[in-house]
């Protein structure tokens, strides 16, 4: 069966630290991946989805970026985090011959 | 363009009382329609998905949500709530092929559940 990781589970960071955040996909090929963000109380925010290695599509101009080195993993980062970057971070992925979704835990990070 | 309304920002239920949350999508062909469910603190869960077919959908957890095309909507029941279904429910609907099968979302309900 498939799972999906995230790590970490929370982090606080200091405004203008870098980011790393990381996403794992097991028990798939080529799948669809993505990164969502949802600010406290809202719904989700789209930034990220990469459909192979290397190809990353942004849905959102700002200062994170996302990186696929591996079939199924994708990090999402930033040189120098912002105040408004803080939220709850979803990766997802999705099989290449189906709609549907699958979420990760989750990171929630907070920028102090 | 694809957008989907989920008109009630908050929803509060009795125990063992039924429940609907709504869901209405705008989109020009037959859509590729889900729900969705967010503990706090922790990733979606995919509850249900409606493709094509029989337009009332079962899903995980004694849900069950019908596609009403005339009225372009895709509502989520479920006949008694525990109190372990408080959480926030989102409903999505695929978007075009070509648009890599992205899911556009609705804003999210969150369900409150009375003891």
């Known amino acids: 069966s498939q799972t999906i990781h995230q790590w970490p589970a929370t982090l606080v960071q200091p405004v203008g630290s870098p980011l790393s955040l990381e996403c794992t996909v097991e028990?798939?090929?080529?799948?669809?991946l993505y990164w969502y963000r949802q600010a406290a109380g809202r719904g989700l925010q789209l930034l990220f989805y990469?459909?192979?290695?290397?190809?990353i599509s942004s849905e959102v101009p700002q200062n994170l970026s996302a990186s696929r080195p591996q079939d199924r993993q994708f990090i999402l980062s930033s040189k120098k985090l912002l105040l408004s970057d803080s939220g709850f971070y979803l990766c997802a992925w999705q099989s290449r011959f189906g709609y549907e979704q699958y979420f990760g835990p989750g990171t929630r990070l907070t920028v102090t | 363009a694809q957008s989907v309304t989920q008109p009630d920002i908050h929803i509060t239920v009795s125990e063992g009382a039924s429940l609907e949350l709504r869901c209405n999508y705008s989109y020009g062909a037959t859509p590729y329609l889900f729900w969705y469910v967010q503990s706090p603190g922790q990733g979606l869960q995919l509850l249900l998905k409606?493709?094509?077919?029989d337009t009332l959908v079962q899903g995980i957890k004694g849900f069950e949500a019908e596609f009403k095309r005339s009225q372009s909507s895709f509502n989520l029941r479920k006949p008694s709530v525990h109190w372990s279904d408080a959480a926030e429910y989102f409903c999505?609907?695929?978007?075009?092929?070509?648009?890599?099968?992205?899911?556009?979302w609705g804003a999210g309900t969150k369900l409150i559940i009375k003891p």
């Open positions: 990469s459909v192979g290695i290397g190809q």
């Open positions: 409606y493709f094509s077919g």
């Open positions: 999505a609907v695929g978007a075009t092929p070509g648009s890599n099968y992205q899911l556009i």
């Open positions: 028990g798939t090929s080529n799948p669809n």
